[in-house]
């Protein structure tokens, strides 16, 4: 079992939906990563967070450190949304060292 | 600033010969990351550095990979003899001290998709 899951693996909403998507991790961590990777490939960090909530835009993202479960939300989405959303985990207080879930693979339709 | 410079973009080799993938990180950057990403297994650390010296190598798949940073601009990784099982795009990516305002967000270079036939 991945140390980081996401889900769903693969998501095709219509324009204007909210969107949201899901990360779990089974072991204690020190900060959350979301990430978005571009259909060209480059990578974008997106949030960093530890507790609570960060807004950015039409992007939210949550964490709850006591069920170990982090969302990140996107409202009225559109198609230059769609990418592969991809969240990471620090494990350790102080190292820098992040392990990655698979990935969500996001589709936005005009 | 330029943002983290990766090169080459693209590399096709064939199996046993050297590669060797260029990293120019963003200046002022304490700490700089060797990222693999294949379909199979994602987006893997393999190594990273802070202040030029590495201090995680553990992800480096095998001794046929060697990464070195021989000052605050510049890292290497290279892949010697490699494999088609090397194939794969490899991600160079930086960041600050954590603590230093900006926190720890990492930026990433645009990625070198290596073949290795």
């Known amino acids: 079992k991945n140390e980081v899951e996401q889900s769903p693996q693969n998501l095709t909403a219509q324009e204007g939906e909210f969107i949201t998507i899901n990360c779990s991790y089974s072991v204690g961590i020190s900060a959350l990563h979301w990430l978005q990777q571009h259909p060209g490939g480059g990578i974008v960090s997106l949030f960093m967070?530890?507790?609570g909530k960060k807004k950015h835009g039409r992007l939210i993202a949550t964490i709850n450190i006591q069920e170990k479960h982090s969302s990140l939300h996107i409202t009225a989405s559109h198609p230059r949304d769609s990418a592969v959303y991809i969240c990471a985990v620090r494990l350790v207080q102080g190292a820098q060292k992040l392990v990655f879930g698979q990935g969500t693979r996001l589709t936005i339709n005009p | 600033d330029a943002g983290v410079i990766q090169s080459p973009r693209h590399e096709v080799t064939e199996m046993g010969q050297e590669v060797t993938l260029r990293c120019k990180p963003i200046s002022g950057h304490d700490y700089l990351f060797w990222y693999r990403q294949t379909m199979m297994r994602g987006l893997e650390l393999l190594i990273y550095f802070n202040n030029n010296v590495p201090i995680d190598d553990s992800g480096m798949p095998e001794d046929r990979f060697s990464a070195k940073m021989p000052n605050a601009s510049f890292s290497t990784l290279k892949i010697q003899p490699s494999e088609p099982r090397d194939s794969a795009v490899y991600f160079c990516?930086?960041?600050?001290?954590?603590?230093?305002?900006?926190?720890?967000?990492?930026?990433f270079g645009p990625g070198t998709r290596l073949l290795v036939l």
């Open positions: 990516a930086s960041s600050r001290l954590p603590g230093q305002g900006k926190g720890e967000t990492q930026y």
């Open positions: 967070l530890s507790s």
